[in-house]
């Protein structure tokens, strides 16, 4: 269970700091929202999260986009027909995640990586809205959700907050591998190298 919640909440900051190199707008428009509401504060608490709509909506679209865990199983228990499928009972079943968070017939531009598409828009990610299920649904999701949002919405906050972020010199949004390694988890290929700016100057005096 820890190796399973510490992995997939990394895989999600990965990417979502992935994406938001590659869309330096919507890296401008989370920190502009994060330092608004942190002001002077340097340590962002679980309190302030409610208050970052946009912060929020990319962690949606990055559950969209790559989930962490791109299929999972389930097995019938009775006998059911869905859409004029015959299913058995005991029959073994897959449901790719990554395929229904590209799916045009329930996102407009699929392919493109979009928070705005969640602002003002009532879906989530608990297992009640079939097109966006990173965790699962039903009695079988993941019981890890609380602790997952909880790491993930303060790691990226305290992220935003803290640092300006870059790539380093003569390297483009172009020039990064986006290749997916498939297996339980769905991680990219190769690592993310960036470069980190403090927001803050130092507290670190030179005077004697």
Not at 16 to 40: D, F
């Amino acid at each position: 269970m820890f190796a399973a919640g510490t992995d997939t909440s990394f895989i999600t900051l990965d990417w979502a700091m992935t994406e938001l190199l590659m869309n330096p707008r919507v890296m401008e428009k989370a920190q502009k929202e994060v330092r608004s509401i942190m002001g002077e504060r340097r340590v962002v608490a679980e309190s302030d999260l409610a208050q970052m709509e946009y912060m929020r909506a990319i962690i949606k679209e990055t559950f969209r986009f790559h989930p962490p865990v791109p299929v999972f199983s389930r097995e019938s228990m009775e006998d059911v027909v869905i859409e004029g499928y015959k299913i058995s009972a005991k029959t073994r079943f897959y449901v790719n995640v990554w395929a229904i968070g590209r799916d045009p017939e329930s996102w407009e531009d699929p392919n493109t990586f979009k928070p705005e598409r969640f602002i003002g828009s009532d879906i989530d990610y608990k297992g009640k809205d079939f097109e966006l299920i990173p965790f699962g649904a039903g009695r079988r999701g993941c019981p890890g959700i609380p602790f997952t949002i909880a790491v993930v919405e303060l790691a990226l906050a305290q992220l935003l907050h803290s640092f300006h972020w870059e790539l380093p010199p003569g390297v483009t949004p172009k020039d990064l591998d986006l290749t997916d390694v498939f297996g339980i988890s769905m991680h990219r290929r190769e690592h993310l190298h960036v470069l980190a700016k403090p927001y803050f100057p130092s507290r670190l005096s030179t005077s004697k």
